[in-house]
């Protein structure tokens, strides 16, 4: 995954106390309305806060 942060990421990959979660626009698919999810940018996946960080 590159270091890029996509429109539905709460920080960029790696930052501690985050994690990847499935993206919520697109159940994970990677395709909002036919077309490559704006929010995950077709990836499938978000990154999150985990454990109320």
Known sequence: MADEIN???Q???G????GENLCPRC?????A??????ECRG???VIEGIGGA
Request: hydrophobic share 15%; aromatic share 0%.
């Open 7 to 9: 429109p539905g990421d």
């Open 15 to 18: 930052t501690p106390g985050t």
């Open 27 to 31: 159940a994970g698919s990677g395709e």
């Open 43 to 45: 990836t499938g996946i």
């Open 33 to 38: 309305d036919g077309e490559q999810c704006p």
């Open 11 to 13: 920080a960029a990959p």
